[in-house]
């Protein structure tokens, strides 16, 4: 088994910025890529970032140039660095772990992030 914990939410104002972190632990082999999503209030679930064990990276439009992915070397540590934030960043901000030959995704719980003045 694979648990994600995801933590460093918050409440910040628009213009701000905040690092969000995702540790895994357990049976992390072959990880196959990383990755960021968030869910809106009201909304369904939409991807924000992610890259792959040799280090490709992906981004939505909507973050690009303001929001960077990064992980430790082990990738069981990965970062989201949100930067210039905005209200429209709402969400609840979940990482994803794909694992293994057959490809299984594990998921954090998520943490909150509220941009607002």
């Known amino acids: 088994q694979v648990q994600l914990v995801e933590s460093g939410g918050g409440l910040v104002q628009p213009g701000g910025s905040l690092r969000l972190s995702c540790a895994a632990s357990g049976s992390i082999f072959s990880i196959n890529g990383m990755g960021w999503y968030r869910q809106a209030p009201g909304k369904q679930r939409e991807f924000v970032a992610t890259f792959t064990w040799g280090g490709s990276t992906n981004y939505a439009d909507s973050v690009k140039g303001r929001f960077t992915i990064s992980g430790d070397s082990a990738k069981t540590t990965i970062y989201l660095q949100m930067n210039s934030l905005e209200p429209e960043d709402t969400a609840v901000y979940y990482c994803?772990?794909?694992?293994?030959?057959?490809?299984?995704?594990?998921w954090g719980q998520g943490t909150p992030v509220t941009v607002s003045s």
């Open positions: 994803r772990y794909n694992i293994g030959s057959l490809g299984r995704d594990y």
